[in-house]
DNA sequence: ATCGTACTATGACAAGCGTCATGAAGGGAG
DNA sequence: CTCCCTTCATGACGCTTGTCATAGTACGAT
């Protein structure tokens, strides 16, 4: 295997927490579902399942900021409105090809976690933090005043979460494409 | 008391469903949040856990609908952005006064059982299409064409979600604000 | 070859879960 | 009063949860 086991329980349990949400997924699923030595979880992980969810997040985020950072040089004429169409894309393939049972998996960590005292709380908030600086400084770079970015950056990535909600119930990508065409008009307003 | 067991433990099921998921919640949990006596929730609940989540997610569907038509009575000068401003100023005042624990159930719900098959889906889908009609007809009524409606109530109830989902990881209402300056001009731009 | 560290294996713990079985009150109808 | 049906009470079942303890193997360094 190309990577370790620690890696491949890292991944594993990302995509379980986005299925299933973070209190119905079980360690003992997680190392199953990375073909992992079970014993070799407490050894990887000392910090027990919130290290795993926090290192999974992280490794999310830091996914998702590279698929933003990585437009600029993709697109053909580049705008806001391409990088929200770019960022939605990713998930409009992931329903298509895999089917709706994933979400996201800051979606379903906050929905968990976030109404009592956790340590993963943290890394949720630098998880979204590091997504939405990413958007922030693609926003920047294709033009719109620094000072709108963030507030624009939390629009995109808010709309784009709802849509994924949306998308899942209906087991369908119409929302998707919904809110790409609304906010499309606008996002394109803010260049200078 | 003036409402019964059984509307107490609904109520209780969606404020807990609201901060733990629905995975984290406990039908001990619920029973005794409610007050009521253990015995009777497979008296009223024949169906399990599943019947409770979905009646409690029903239930917060109505409310939500019936705050998105009692709009228009409200508002001096009634608009699409007035609408979604209304919407949103529930949960800065929810935030404000009881603090960041409690989402929407409707996420919580989602995040925790789209991903396989349950019986709540159903009522899931139930509960946002509602929701959605609600916003809709609203939409219709202050001006906005019908054919853009459905997929305007999608882009205004799946930035709010979003955005609830920022509040909550940043413990700030911010989020919330930024959602509305920067889709109020959109909004209003539909009305004939 | 001997040691030490890194990794794997396995079993147990207390606690929680959803559900069910059984029994006891309560109160109107016959 | 007796019956019956609604409502409440309590304990138990089998299962899963996160965590821990303990032992075993592998393997490079000295």
Redesign the pocket.
């Given at each position: 295997m190309a990577h370790?086991?620690?890696e491949r329980m890292v991944y594993s349990a990302a995509q379980l927490l986005r299925t299933r949400g973070?209190?119905?997924?079980?360690?003992?699923?997680?190392v199953e579902h990375a073909g992992?030595?079970?014993?070799?979880?407490?050894?990887?992980?000392?910090?027990?399942?919130?290290?795993?969810v926090g290192e999974a997040l992280l490794w999310a985020a830091g996914f998702a900021a590279e698929r933003v950072a990585s437009y600029a040089g993709t697109a053909a004429d580049p705008s806001p409105a391409g990088l929200f169409a770019h960022m939605v894309e990713q998930w409009k393939a992931e329903f298509s090809a895999r089917g709706y049972e994933r979400g996201c998996p800051v979606m379903a960590t906050v929905a968990d976690l976030a109404g009592e005292e956790s340590a993963v709380n943290e890394q949720v908030r630098a998880a979204l933090g590091r997504w939405e600086r990413a958007v922030a400084a693609e926003l920047v770079r294709l033009g719109v005043p620094g000072e709108r970015a963030g507030a624009v950056a939390t629009l995109m990535i808010g709309a784009l979460e709802g849509a994924i909600m949306f998308a899942r119930v209906r087991r369908n990508v119409a929302p998707l494409d919904a809110v790409v065409a609304e906010l499309s008009p606008l996002l394109d307003s803010y260049r200078t």
């Open positions: 370790g086991p620690r973070v209190t119905g997924t079980g360690i003992r699923d997680v992992a030595p079970r014993g070799s979880f407490q050894h990887y992980f000392p910090g027990g399942k919130d290290q795993l």
